[in-house]
């Protein structure tokens, strides 16, 4: 016990070679610990017959009616690439955990199962699988933790996004919020969720880059600072950028727009300013205000785009009284889900070696089996979803689609397409969901006769019932 104990903390404390984030390299290790040692026994034991996970989302938050499906393609992505290189097994060895044979198992890992997902933006609810996954059962169990993060992080910002943007009603939303975010990857990850969403827009270059998403920025109250007077910092950042946005509130805010208003008399013919910036105070009287000096010199094409700790209940009381604002900078209660940050996610075994598996546990219960959801619409608008079993076929729309097979993604929509579906399906939704407060009742999701007729043949069975 001694030695191995010091050998495990010689392998946790050593200076890890390379960079200090995830990647391709490293990724395999992005695993709870426990995935591994199950790993151990289940290839001791011989258990490696096919295994069917279901990730879902127990129940919705309290302030969320509907969640937006995200992650899918990065999750996959992630199982396809999925290896364990030299410097991980190394790592793993140095805990003195796993046996020669687990090791080699590892070292010749691939992922060969297959993925059925509700396509990206898909509104989900309750108690419906995200995905489900079909492998061997050690492949299918080691995954979980990295498919959690994946789906979890993105279904979490994109649910978000959704509601910004509805309260927007077709204003512009950009998202501002990178410098708050919880890390590197959630960085960029929150950035593409929200454009799925809805979101026009990233301040995020790296996010830009990555996931080709439009990027927008005006400018910072410390250029104001830096210069001898606002009027002339305007003038310096408007040569540079003519089109720009100019932030107005540095010191005053009226002053600011009237310093927008000598520069347009400065620039006659030349000026092209599209927008001022408000980032602080009363922003509906302030808007009002800058549009009254704007249309009074002339400036009727000059926008308004406000910033400054918003959230979708702020710029839904915007929108309500009428304020004359085209766009909003959302930042740090949209990348960090301020409201609800954490979903109750869960990747559980619901069959195993051709036999339905399920939980009993209060609270935590869990239908066994491959399911599909249907999505029954009367009138362009969903009535209610059905959760069923894989091989029912009933009426409505069938939602979770194969995403992946033998270890290999299948075809799917590009981001841009993933963008229009959750636009599309969020315009099926009730009216009622749209809104920003919790509905009651909620949205209706029913288990299917023959689905719940099989959770209670299982749970008969199950162990421990006094068999």
Known sequence: MGSRGERRSEGAGADAPGGRWADAANVSLLADLYELTMLEAYLAEGMAEEAV???????LPRRRNYLVAAGLEDALRMLEELRFGGESLEYLASLRLFSERT????????????????????????????????????????????????????????SKAARVVAAARGRTVVDFGLRRMHGADAGIKVARACYL?????????????????????????????????????????ARAYPRTVLLVDTYDTAEGVRNVVRLARELGSRFQVSAVRLDSGDLDALSREARRLLDEAGLGKVGIFASGGLDEEAVDRLVRAGAPIGGFGVGTALGVSEDAP??????????????????????????????????????????????????????????????????????????????????????????????????????????????????????????????
């Open 342 to 467: 954490a979903l109750d996610v869960a990747y559980k075994l619901v069959s195993y070696a051709g036999r339905g598996r399920l939980k009993l546990s209060p609270g935590k219960e869990i239908l066994p089996g491959r399911k599909q959801v249907f999505r029954l619409e009367q009138a362009g608008k969903a009535e209610r979803d059905l959760l069923a079993s894989r091989e029912e076929e009933l009426p409505g729309r069938p939602l979770l689609a194969p995403a992946m097979r033998a270890g290999r993604r299948l075809p799917g929509p590009t981001l841009e397409e993933a963008r229009a579906r959750a636009r599309t399906e969020r315009d099926l939704l009730p009216e009622r969901l749209l809104g920003l407060g919790p509905v009651d009742p909620p949205y209706p999701v029913e288990v299917s006769v023959t689905l719940r007729a099989l959770a209670d043949r299982v749970a008969r069975s199950a162990p421990g019932r006094g068999r």
């Open 197 to 237: 969403a809805g979101v026009d827009s990233t301040s995020n270059l790296l996010a830009g880059r990555l996931y080709a998403i439009p990027v927008a920025g005006t400018m910072a109250h410390s250029y104001v600072q830096a210069h001898d007077g606002e009027l002339e910092a305007f003038r310096a950042f």
């Open 53 to 59: 996970f279901s990730l879902f989302v127990r129940r």
């Open 103 to 158: 090791l080699r198992w590892l070292e010749s890992f691939r992922f060969s199962g297959d993925v059925h997902a509700l396509p990206e933006g898909t509104p989900l609810f309750g108690g419906e699988p995200i995905l489900e996954v079909v492998a061997p059962l050690p492949e299918a169990q080691i995954v979980e933790t990295c498919l959690m993060n994946q789906i979890h992080l993105q279904t979490v910002a994109a």
